[in-house]
């Protein structure tokens, strides 16, 4: 079951939480425990991070003056926060010293040694920071929530970049023939590239995440359904059909699959490394990034730009972005609709052509003088 995968998953945020809880205020034991039940492990793992960047901003503050540590933050201290001091974070975390490698934003850049956040790293930090004076708030710990007094960054919209078919059938061709690759690759694109054609296909063709596909398991694929089963953000399951083509690829790979002795641990797993251990996130996203520099060289393809063109290929051919949200795993059709966006405005437009308000056969200026009319 791909269940194992996850829970392996979550057991592994689990300790890295319980290590990193060492290093924050005694209340934070309290509010991971708190959200336990609402939240996953990697959800809590990255809270914690956050949490510990605000910390140690505030820690700096006059209002810490009087302690040693940053463990030794309490209620009494947290009573003194204001809205202007998350203020000042969300300002601070713009660009700051590097000086913790536990602490990894994907959504920033690190360079000499400086980190910085745009506006969705800036959410995702104030999100953990509400989320933790909610619940002292609540729980009486604290008399005031001032988190909840702070704006959320504006976030612009993001083009969405995803593949024109052309580039598709490029990208198929490319891992099939390893043309363009370097002498390195070469040497072990025969070892992979029917592993590399399921695994993009796959992406493809059915638009699941990464995590999603990386927890594939060897009986979470039926063929004779077309059918995988698949763990969803959150710990939900869930079945995707695939169709024709994306059969064929698995098919080919599990040929393969089935004469490799997987190392300990990584039975179970379909896709496999090299090394023969479960495939990871890593280097998925690095396999992806290899062939697609060369078939898209102007595009930033990563696996989610592939869930991406595979939500652009199905809503064009269906316009229907209630099945778009369903096949993607988005729980509110809201988060579909705003990725597709510029999709729906062209359908608008094709239904404004199609419309028809008179003959254009008729003449589009009355007859002039002298001219009989034909009516």
């Known amino acids: ?32 425990r708190g959200i336990e039940q609402t939240t996953s492990a990697l959800t809590r793992y990255g809270y914690a991070l956050d949490l510990k960047l605000f910390f140690k901003y505030l820690f700096d503050l006059p209002l810490c003056k009087d302690i040693d540590t940053i463990q030794d933050i309490d209620s009494s201290i ?36 400086y980190i910085s956040n745009g506006e969705r790293g800036k959410a995702r930090k104030l999100a953990a920071i509400r989320a933790f004076f909610k619940y002292l708030y609540k729980r009486g710990k604290v008399s005031a929530n001032p988190a909840s007094l702070v704006d959320t960054p504006k976030l612009h919209e993001r083009e969405i970049i995803r593949l024109e078919p052309d580039e598709i059938v490029k990208l198929l061709e490319l891992i099939s023939s390893g043309e363009g690759l370097t002498a390195a690759q070469k040497r072990f694109h025969n070892q992979t590239k029917i592993r590399d054609a399921a695994i993009v296909t796959l992406f493809l063709g059915t638009g699941m995440r990464i995590s999603e596909l990386v927890g594939i398991n060897n009986d979470d ?17 869930d079945v995707l059909v695939f169709g024709k083509e994306v059969r064929s690829t698995l098919l080919d790979y599990k040929l ?42 102007l595009k930033k393809i990563s696996p989610h730009k592939l869930r991406s063109t595979f939500g652009t290929s199905l809503y064009r051919e269906t316009g229907d972005i209630y099945l778009v ?50 009516e």
């Open 1 to 32: 079951m791909s269940g194992n995968y996850s829970e392996q998953r979550a057991k592994k945020y689990t300790i890295k939480l319980r290590e990193l809880l060492g290093e924050l205020p005694r209340s934070c034991s309290d509010f991971f």
């Open 78 to 113: 947290l009573n003194k926060v204001s809205a202007e001091d998350i203020e000042g974070f969300l300002q601070y975390i713009a660009l700051y010293p590097d000086d913790d490698p536990n602490i990894n934003d994907s959504d920033s850049d690190n360079e000499n040694n």
């Open 221 to 237: 694929i039926d063929f004779e359904q077309n059918e995988v089963r698949i763990i969803r953000k959150g710990g939900n399951a």
């Open 256 to 297: 393969r699959r089935d004469l490799i002795i997987a190392e300990l641990g990584s039975e179970d797993a379909f896709f496999l490394s090299l090394q023969n251990k479960r495939i990871t996130v890593r280097a998925v996203e690095q396999l992806v990034k290899k062939y697609a520099k060369i078939a898209a060289p």
């Open 325 to 374: 949200a369903d096949v993607l795993g988005h729980k509110d059709v809201n988060t579909t609709r705003k990725h597709y966006a510029a999709l729906a405005k062209d359908r608008r437009r094709v239904a404004a052509e199609v419309i028809k308000l008179r003959d254009d056969t008729q003449p589009d200026e009355p007859p002039q003088s002298g001219e009989q009319s034909k």
